[in-house]
C-alpha cells in the first residue's frame, strides 16, 4: 500500500490533539465518471467534506491528484458531521450526511449530475422528515420490476431504523425527491435503531 495523499488531505488539526487526526476519517468511496470520490469527516470545525481525483488522474499518487468538490459540510457545519455513504444513480452521485449529535436536523442527502463543487443539491427533507434519523448508511441501488431504486437505511434511537428508497423522481417541481419508508420503524421493534 502506497499513501495517495496528504494527512487528512492537508487540512489542519485545529483540535491539537496527540495524537493529531483523531477526528478526520474517510468514511465512503465511489467511482463516478471515472474519477474516485472519498467522502469523510474533518473534525468538529470543518464537518462532512467530499474530495475527489482530479480529471484524467486514473491512479493518484499524491495530493496534487485530488481536489475538494464538497466543503464546510454543505454549508451546515453544526449538523453534517460527516459523509456516510456515497453512490451513483441515475446519472448522478449522491452524497448523504450523519449528523454530529442527536440535538440537530437529521440526515441529509445531496446529489450532483458533475460531481463538481458548487453543483450539489439536496434532494430530501432533513432526517426525511424526523430529526431523528441521525444518518443515512450503506445506500445501495437495486431493481425491482422494470424500476431501479436508491436506498438506504437511518439509526434512530426513538423509533427505530428506518429504509428509504427513491425511484428518482420530482416531489412536486423537485429539487427534493420523492422518498418512500420501505418498513416498519425498527422492523417492528423501536429496539433496532
Known amino acids: 500500500w502506497t499513501q495517495v495523499n496528504d494527512g487528512a488531505f492537508g487540512l489542519g488539526d485545529p483540535s491539537n490533539q496527540t495524537p493529531p ?88 442527502v445531496w446529489r450532483s449530475s458533475s460531481g463538481a463543487k458548487g453543483s450539489w443539491v439536496q434532494v430530501n427533507d432533513d432526517g426525511f422528515g424526523d430529526a431523528n434519523n441521525e444518518n443515512f448508511k450503506d445506500m445501495v441501488v437495486f431493481t425491482v420490476g422494470s424500476t431501479d431504486w436508491l436506498c438506504g437505511g437511518t439509526l434512530n434511537n426513538a423509533a427505530g431504523a428506518q429504509v428509504w428508497c427513491t425511484d428518482g423522481t420530482f416531489d412536486g417541481g423537485g429539487p427534493k425527491l420523492k422518498w418512500v419508508q420501505k418498513n416498519q420503524n425498527g422492523f417492528g421493534d423501536p429496539k433496532y435503531v
Open 21 to 108: 487526526y483523531q477526528s478526520e476519517d474517510g468514511f465512503e468511496v465511489a467511482v463516478f465518471d471515472d474519477q474516485l470520490y472519498v467522502g469523510m469527516e474533518a473534525d468538529d470545525q470543518y464537518g462532512a467534506r467530499v474530495w475527489r481525483t482530479k480529471a484524467g488522474v486514473t491512479i493518484p499518487t499524491s495530493q496534487a491528484d485530488w481536489e475538494q468538490v464538497v466543503d464546510d459540510a454543505f454549508g451546515d457545519v453544526s449538523n453534517n458531521d460527516h459523509i456516510d455513504s456515497l453512490e451513483p444513480f441515475g446519472g448522478y452521485l449522491y452524497a448523504s450526511t450523519a449528523q454530529k449529535d442527536a440535538s440537530h436536523d437529521g440526515t441529509e
